[in-house]
């Protein structure tokens, strides 16, 4: 999975008009501030069109090299079920600074503390092999992202979301 596919399933769970989301950590370098998404809600079809952008803070040393450790839940019922790693490939990422900074317009590594804007993107989705029990519902996400070197958390995001197919 490309570190743009991984950006664009992160950023489907934290579409503003279908969501709750938060900072899961708020002494962290790097602080989510705006999320948008388009179409409300979003489909996971094939085919489907989704476009992002968003606005972050930096407000310490952001490091140039990170692990990003995704969790996947469904709710069901009355619980929150963890969905394996290996459906959606693998639980952590290793994503790099100039990674990072291909999503931000004229910047360079390592990102300095202050606001950024996250450009708008565009993907379009690919065949999503979910089960069909799988594709409606609630979805929670978390993203951790952690500097390789010396495993201090970079940024922490939470959301939940609902999923239609």
């Known amino acids: 999975m490309s570190l743009t596919q ?3 399933f992160v950023v489907l769970a934290f579409a503003v008009d279908a969501l709750k989301w938060k900072n ?10 705006e999320i948008k998404l388009s179409p409300h809600p979003v489909t996971l079809r094939k085919g489907a069109k989704v476009t992002a952008s968003g606005k972050f803070r930096v407000s310490g040393a952001a490091g140039t090299q990170y692990k990003l450790h995704l969790k996947l ?3 069901v019922g009355w619980w929150w079920n963890t969905i394996p790693c290996s459906w959606y490939k693998q639980c952590e990422h290793n994503v790099g600074c100039d990674q990072l900074i291909g999503l931000l317009e004229g910047e360079q ?8 804007i996250v450009k708008q993107q ?3 989705l690919p065949d999503i092999s979910l089960p069909s029990f799988l594709t409606n519902g609630w979805y929670r996400i978390r993203g951790d992202l952690r500097d390789r070197a010396n495993n201090k958390r970079i940024s922490c995001v939470q959301a939940e979301v609902e999923i239609r197919s």
Do not use: N
């Open 24 to 33: 899961c950590d708020g002494s962290s370098p790097v602080q989510i501030k």
């Open 109 to 116: 590594c390592p990102l300095q503390p202050k606001d950024y």
């Open 6 to 8: 991984v950006f664009f």
């Open 73 to 75: 839940e469904r709710y």
């Open 122 to 124: 565009s993907v379009v």
